[in-house]
């Protein structure tokens, strides 16, 4: 089970955190990502990390503005966004995949959070 929380209005330049519990006995196994869903488009990938969290992967429109991190010992996987757009206003969901490597589609990803909502004012 999966949990997101942070979301929030925000305005244009500021930032957010969001986070994502899991309740995975074995957390580091799975390859964690952020997805999000804009009123109207189809869900899109926003960032990845692995289970060891030494890689990570980020959409080309939120690379220098977006950090995923994890913390193993809270079995929670964070996106912390800054330099917020209104165009980052969006549905925000974490999931989980079980293990292998990064990956960019949902089809790839088993489980999911039930999103936290994100609205960035200009």
């Known amino acids: 089970q999966l949990q997101a929380c942070g979301g929030g209005l925000v305005q244009a330049g500021g930032s957010l955190r969001l986070s994502c519990i899991s309740s995975?006995?074995?957390?580091?196994?799975?390859?964690m990502a952020w997805f999000r869903q804009a009123p109207g488009k189809e869900r899109e990938f926003v960032s990845a990390i692995t289970g060891s969290g030494r890689s990570t992967d980020y959409a080309d429109s939120v690379k220098g503005r977006f950090t995923i991190s994890r913390d193993s010992a809270k079995n929670t996987v964070y996106l912390q966004m800054n330099s917020l757009k209104p165009e980052d206003t969006a549905v925000y969901y974490c999931?989980?995949?079980?293990?292998?490597?990064?990956?960019?589609?949902?089809?790839?990803?088993?489980?999911w959070g039930q999103g936290t909502l994100v609205t960035v004012s200009s």
């Open positions: 995975a006995r074995t957390f580091s196994s799975y390859v």
């Open positions: 999931a989980a995949k079980g293990g292998g490597g990064l990956a960019t589609t949902e089809t790839w990803y088993a489980y």
